[in-house]
């Protein structure tokens, strides 16, 4: 006879399938979009973040060099830009043995070698980068004839690439240098030429206006702090000026350069920044030359410009949370809505596959338990009833006619007890077996827990008779009678919960085995010799 494969287990295997193919295909479509260079671990991520997570930047610098994407002496040059340029020094400083300077003596030393490369000494935009670094290390370390030896090396390299901006930009830091040094007139005259080659008409691009807008900033301070502050407010108003044509042109600025802002809330936070540095000069200024008008006016000025971008900035950042908060209500419907045809065919897959078992499992169990009775059955014993226990009643033995419960295969009533005959092997075998899956049902599914399970729900449960169910426990255990046998596995399974969860009380785990607390106390005095709190105590 054929054997029939369940139905359960054809859903199972075709869920399974399903699942491993659309694994394949998405496997498969994955080797096909995977590059080699798909990695976080890029000099660019690393510049993205170093500013403000520099530590981090170092960690990307040293996998990228790990997986292959730069080399160690190009990670070497990106370290030295870290060092040099990050806003969190204090950061690097913790990671550097020495003083707080040893991060630009560290990018200095590496710069240097950098510019003897082969590599950097054919490309002017390398060298361009490498020096700027050089520059601003020296600056910081207040050297000033590196200084000015690797600034004029970088407004050198500017010009040959026809980079004149980034040049003037240089040369407006050399005017200050030197100024600051004392050489006022030919430092004011180098920052003034460069004023001039950057505020023209033709100059409407952002960078060029950037660059203005710093080195008017640069003279404007540099007079202020020589007390000339009729000289310094028209660098302001100028600065205010270009802004205000910026903002209402900014097409016309547009160049695509790295500085330029990306939209126009950066681009409002660009112009409220300078024009707030520009206003808070002239107030200054006209508040040591004792005009207290125009100070009022300058100073109602800024504030109209700080409530102004105070008032767009929560403006922006409204609409951005609504924006927010409307993008995260689509993805979670969508999200819900995925889910919920995702448990519903997970679900309707599961009931089925879960009815088609119990059925299966049922259909066997019933003819299993059948063959196994009828085993039993044959070989019952007419001494069965004399055998048990006096703790059972008579309503326990059995429910057949009188006088006729649980005979042998040939038997007659009248056959005495010395002439039953022992159950042979095979008998002895299913009787076995069909206590061991009746004990491991009520252990297992914790039936013992139903304070109100009697015989009969076990008979039931397994298709036998009462006296057949009583012959089993009279061979197979120490208790013969079911209120014994389970009272002993709820003893039992009481005393383990005792031991390893003291969390739970003597009430609870008396209610968790099925027991009323009264009865848990006496059964457990009579089988152990002691309380459970004792027992508990004496652990």
Not at 226 to 245: N, S, V, W
Request: hydrophobic fraction near 40%; charged fraction near 25%.
């Amino acid at each position: 006879m054929k054997r029939r494969i369940p139905i359960y287990i054809i859903c199972v295997l075709a869920a399974a399938i399903v699942s491993c193919t659309g694994k394949k295909h998405e496997n498969a479509a994955s080797r096909r979009t995977m590059r080699p260079t798909d990695t976080l671990y890029t000099a660019a991520q690393a510049l993205e973040v170093y500013d403000y997570q520099p530590v981090q930047a170092l960690q990307i610098i040293d996998s990228a060099v790990a997986v292959g994407n730069i080399s160690p002496w190009m990670a070497d040059y990106f370290k030295a830009k870290i060092y040099a340029w990050t806003v969190m020094g204090a950061q690097v400083d913790s990671l550097l043995p020495g003083s707080a300077t040893v991060r630009f003596d560290s990018a200095r030393v590496a710069d240097e070698r950098f510019l003897a490369h082969d590599s950097v000494r054919a490309n002017l935009s390398r060298q361009q980068d490498v020096l700027e670094i050089l520059v601003y290390a020296a600056r910081h370390r207040q050297d000033t004839a590196l200084f000015f030896r690797r600034a004029q090396e970088l407004v050198d390299v500017c010009h040959k690439q026809g980079n004149e901006t980034e040049a003037l930009r240089t040369e407006a830091e050399l005017g200050v240098a030197l100024y600051q040094k004392g050489w006022r007139e030919q430092g004011m005259a180098r920052l003034d030429s460069v004023i001039a080659a950057l505020d023209t008409r033709e100059n409407r691009n952002f960078n060029a206006l950037d660059a203005m807008i710093i080195a008017r900033k640069r003279k404007m301070f540099l007079l202020s702090e020589e007390g000339k502050y009729i000289e310094a407010i028209p660098q302001a108003r100028r600065i205010i000026e270009r802004l205000d044509d910026y903002a209402l042109h900014p097409d016309v600025y547009h160049d695509n350069s790295y500085r330029e802002p990306t939209d126009s809330t950066a681009r409002a936070d660009y112009i409220g920044f300078y024009r707030t540095q520009a206003q808070s000069a002239i107030t200054a200024a006209y508040a040591f030359l004792g005009e207290q008008s125009s100070m009022n006016d300058a100073y109602g000025q800024i504030e109209h410009s700080v409530r102004e971008a105070t008032a767009k900035e929560h403006i922006a950042r409204y609409h951005a949370l609504e924006q927010q908060l409307r993008r995260a209500e689509a993805e979670h419907h969508s999200d819900q809505m995925t889910l919920i045809a995702s448990v519903a065919v997970v679900g309707l897959l599961l009931i089925l596959a879960f009815a088609a078992y119990i059925y299966s499992q049922s259909r066997r169990i019933k003819m299993k338990n059948r063959a196994l009775v009828k085993l039993i059955e044959g070989t019952a014993s007419l001494g069965a009833r004399a055998a048990l226990p006096a703790s059972i009643t008579s309503d326990d033995v059995s429910s057949t006619s009188a006088g006729e419960a649980a005979l042998p295969a040939g038997a007659s009533p009248g056959t005495t007890e010395a002439e039953v005959e022992a159950p042979d092997a095979e008998t002895a075998r299913a009787e076995q077996e069909l206590f061991a899956r009746i004990d491991t049902a009520v252990r297992s599914e914790r039936l013992y827990a139903n304070g109100s399970i009697q015989r009969q729900d076990i008979c039931n449960r397994f298709h036998i008779r009462r006296d057949v169910f009583n012959q089993l426990l009279s061979r197979h255990t120490a208790y013969h009678s079911f209120p014994n046998y389970i009272n002993a596995i709820r003893l039992a399974e009481a005393r383990r919960l005792l031991r390893n969860d003291a969390s739970k009380t003597v009430n609870g785990i008396a209610d968790e085995v099925g027991l009323s607390s009264r009865n848990f106390r006496r059964l457990f005095v009579e089988q152990y010799g002691m309380t459970p709190t004792e027992y508990r105590q004496g652990l």
